[in-house]
């Protein structure tokens, strides 16, 4: 009978094995320190979880060494693989066993080498039998490598029909928005979106893995605390002791915010912020929500910044890659940044994300810190109960290192009692005198992992599992770099804060946030402050003013530029208001004006916005609640943040009788008689004007034939750009206003700059040139960038 049961099982073994099929696994640099030091290790755990439920296995480690080298270099790196602790010795040596005799070296070099490593993986399952169920090629190689093995592979080493092939990319992902596109759209050109799994390998790590089942698990006391209602702050920490001896190579390129701020942290504060799926086994539902979370961040600016950099980091930068003695880089080690997100769950609540180098500990952690409104007449001295609603109250997901040792999931006891899976979560025993955020262990409840597993390890099982929640689709990747590029341009001149390193930094990072700004809480030591030859800092120059075309101009570092522009405008609001009781505000769309946006909203609480009218400059003709809508940029940028009366706003009507700037709709002359029926003499207190590359203002181009002249107030015009068709105020109205102001900024406009300050009147080359109003004033703000170059 016994005999029966065995026979069945091994029947039915057989039939899952010949069903589920045969798994290739090519380990792309597999001589390489990542896969020495983790990806051996994470292979062999999987083929420990996987051995026996269906699948057979081979691992092909690859590299550009010569065949016998590279075989000797991989034996090497597969001498150190261990085993699970609860394993018998007896048993590791045999599963050991059975993982080297199904690893082996090859050269993959040309076209003809993985031509021929398909040919083998094919003759291996055929001869053995077997059906191919897939490949994954792991690619731990440098991202200029990937175009030429994705081409090979593509055109040589695809399995076929009725397989699928995985194909696992390691950051770098780009430098910024345009180099991480060029290698999606190259990448995307030989695999389909599903095909590619991005790893970030902090997604793997157990306290980050465990964010969304944590929230999923405890939703019901979470639907009512995990908002904007409740949570005072979130920071996103990750710290360092290690310098980037070694490294400075790749440091310079890339710095701290783009090595772990721009991925690391930013896919970790996702996790936290965004809304939750009602489903999180569901890949496509937690991706689409990542992506949301990701929309909703407010653009960065300058001042939601502070960098630093240690001080012997330029040292070894120029012993490393042979620089001048004189050399001082600009390479941030250290970043704080604040973030913000633009929805109603998250309004007003800052994210910090901070990483660095040379710090005092080395440890990572997302703390959610909630707001306490409790006050306790009785005294600590007292005694405090661990329960006191007095108490710090906070959620803490520990990643790993620091005081702890381990990964955790922490919540204060003031708070809830959490609930976690208890077969892979055990509660943690109280360690008398650790203290972690201020409190003692025993404060929170504390649990940690029942068996601590490697990050990837566990990201090599959701591969295999096409788990793609844990990996970074291409549409999520490029949304992050339109996050982080322009913060990352703005402080490519910025002189980095210099300190010491270690325990001797002492306060001098300490850093403090108001209205939308970061800044350093201690004044830079002179004694730290680079040598000669340094960057000049933007503090080395005062906001300049001077003339432009006859009319007054003010030039500064964008931060300040906007700073000042923010302050004229609440001062022209303010006296309009007291003499007419009432401000009418004109405002044009595009980029340039969004970081002025963001200041009127966040930095200026007695601008008299219930007494003010918004119009529009000119919208595209899209609907209003496109991302294209100048009416939309401004409703996420400014609106969403102020209390204005919403009969105090005025958008453009392109989208009338389901139709976009249609003649007959008359759009545009609606718009003008609510203009001459709520604005005296249809003459606005101030309008915000921007100037394009081509000379254009508002939505006034040059050779346009309607609104640069002649007695119509609102205009339909046509963009050489999409969306083409725009409604714009013409040149008499804006003409008309007692205050106009043009917004000027960043180093593509200074030759456009340099040639508006040499022409005359010709508004129909030169629309901006038009600009002069008839009884009002003309003021010029323009960045250093796009007045001196």
């Known amino acids: 009978m016994l005999t029966v049961a065995v026979c069945v099982a091994l029947l039915g073994y057989l039939q899952a094995q010949e069903l589920q099929g045969h798994v290739s696994i090519i380990l792309m640099g597999a001589t390489g320190d990542l896969a020495k030091k983790y990806l051996w290790q994470a292979l062999f755990q999987l083929y420990l979880d996987e051995a026996g439920k269906g699948h057979s296995f081979s691992f092909h480690g690859a ?61 291996q399952i055929q001869q053995e039998g077997l059906r191919e169920a897939g490949r994954i090629f792991y690619f731990s190689v440098p991202p200029f490598a990937y175009a030429d093995i994705a081409r090979n592979i593509n055109s040589s080493c695809r399995p076929g029909p009725g397989t699928w092939l995985r194909v696992v990319l390691e950051k770098p992902f780009g430098h910024d928005y345009l180099s991480a596109q060029q290698l ?36 019901q006391v979470l639907d009512r605390l995990w908002n904007r209602h409740h949570v005072e702050r979130v920071e996103v920490i990750m710290k360092e002791t290690v310098d980037a001896e070694g490294r400075t190579s790749f440091y310079e390129k890339y710095g701290v915010i783009r090595d772990t701020l721009q991925n690391h942290l930013t896919e970790i504060l996702t996790l936290v912020a965004m809304e939750l799926p009602r489903e999180v086994s569901s890949s496509e539902a937690v991706l689409q929500h990542k992506l949301q979370a ?88 007292h005694g405090t109960s661990e329960q006191s609603p007095c108490l710090p109250r906070q959620v803490i997901f520990y990643i790993g290192h620091g005081e702890l040792g381990h990964p955790a999931i922490l919540v204060s006891r003031n708070l809830f009692r959490p609930t976690l899976p208890t077969q892979s979560w055990t509660e943690v025993q109280d360690r008398p005198g650790l203290r972690l955020f201020g409190r003692p262990l025993s404060d929170y409840y504390a649990y940690s992992p029942v068996r601590e597993q490697d990050a990837y390890s566990i990201l090599l099982s959701h591969i295999f599992h096409r788990r793609k929640e844990s990996f970074i689709t291409t549409e999520n990747l490029l949304a992050s770099w339109v996050f982080w590029t322009p913060l990352l341009d703005s402080l490519a001149r910025e002189v980095p804060r210099i300190y010491p390193g270690g325990a001797e930094n002492g306060h001098l990072l300490d850093f403090e946030f108001s209205g939308g ?48 522009l923010a302050e004229d405008i ?56 496109d991302p294209e809508s100048n009416f939309q940029g401004l409703q996420a940028h400014l609106l969403q943040h102020i209390r204005i009366p919403y009969y105090n706003i005025h958008p453009m009507p392109v989208h009338l009788h389901q139709r976009l ?54 205009v339909l015009t046509e963009s050489p750009l999409r969306p083409h068709q725009r409604m714009s105020l013409s040149l008499p109205l804006i003409n008309r206003a007692k205050k106009v102001v043009v917004l000027v900024m960043g180093r593509m406009k200074r030759e456009i700059t340099m040639l508006v300050s040499r022409v005359g009147h010709q508004p129909k080359k030169w629309p901006i040139s038009g600009v002069l109003p008839k009884s009002g004033q003309l003021v010029w703000y323009m960045d250093f960038e796009a007045f001196l170059g």
Not at 85 to 102: A, I, P, Y
Not at 532 to 560: H, I, K
Request: charged share 20%; with cysteine.
């Open 517 to 564: 700004q970061l800044s350093f809480s201690q004044q830079q030591p002179e004694q730290l402050v680079p040598g000669p030859g340094s960057a000049p800092r933007p503090s080395d120059f005062q906001v300049l003013r001077t003339t432009y075309r006859e009319s007054p101009l003010v030039s500064a570092w964008p931060e300040e530029l906007i700073s000042k």
């Open 294 to 381: 990701f929309r909703a961040l407010r653009g960065l600016q300058r001042g939601s910044a502070v960098v630093g950099q240690y001080q012997t980091y330029s040292e070894q930068v120029c012993r490393e890659l042979q620089k001048p003695d004189d050399f001082h880089s600009l390479t941030p080690t250290f970043a704080a940044v604040l973030v913000h997100v633009d929805n109603l769950r998250w309004e007003g609540v800052p994210f910090i994300l901070m990483s660095g180098k040379a710090l005092d500990e080395r440890v990572g952690y997302v703390r959610v810190l909630f707001k306490n409104r409790a006050f306790c007449v009785q005294g600590e001295r």
């Open 184 to 219: 999606a759209t190259e990448l995307g050109s030989f695999f389909q979106e599903e095909e590619m799994y991005r790893v970030d390998h902090y997604l793997g790590k157990q306290a980050v893995a465990q964010i969304l089942p944590f929230r999923d698990q405890n939703r």
């Open 63 to 123: 590299a550009l060494t010569a065949p016998k080298q590279g075989q000797e270099l991989m034996t090497k790196a597969l001498e150190s693989l261990s085993c699970p602790q609860d394993m018998t010795r007896s048993q590791c040596v045999e599963l050991k066993g059975q993982f080297l005799r199904l690893s082996q070296y090859r050269q993959l070099k040309t076209a003809e080498d993985y031509r021929t490593l398909s040919k083998d993986i094919e003759a």
């Open 570 to 625: 609440e001062a022209t609001a303010v006296q309009a208001v007291q003499r007419f009781g009432e401000f009418h505000l004109a405002l044009s769309g595009g980029s340039s004006p969004r970081a002025l946006f963001q200041q009127l909203a966040t930095g200026h609480y007695g601008f008299p916005w219930a007494h003010t009218h918004l119009w529009l400059v000119d919208e595209r003709c899209v609907p209003l609640s």
């Open 661 to 714: 700037c249609a003649e007959e709709d008359q759009g545009a002359q609606t718009y003008a008689r609510e203009i001459s029926a709520l604005v005296a003499n249809s003459s606005f207190h101030l309008v915000l004007l921007g100037m394009g590359t081509d000379g254009h203002t508002a939505s006034l181009f040059p050779q346009s034939p309607a609104g640069l002249d002649g007695e119509q107030l609102v």
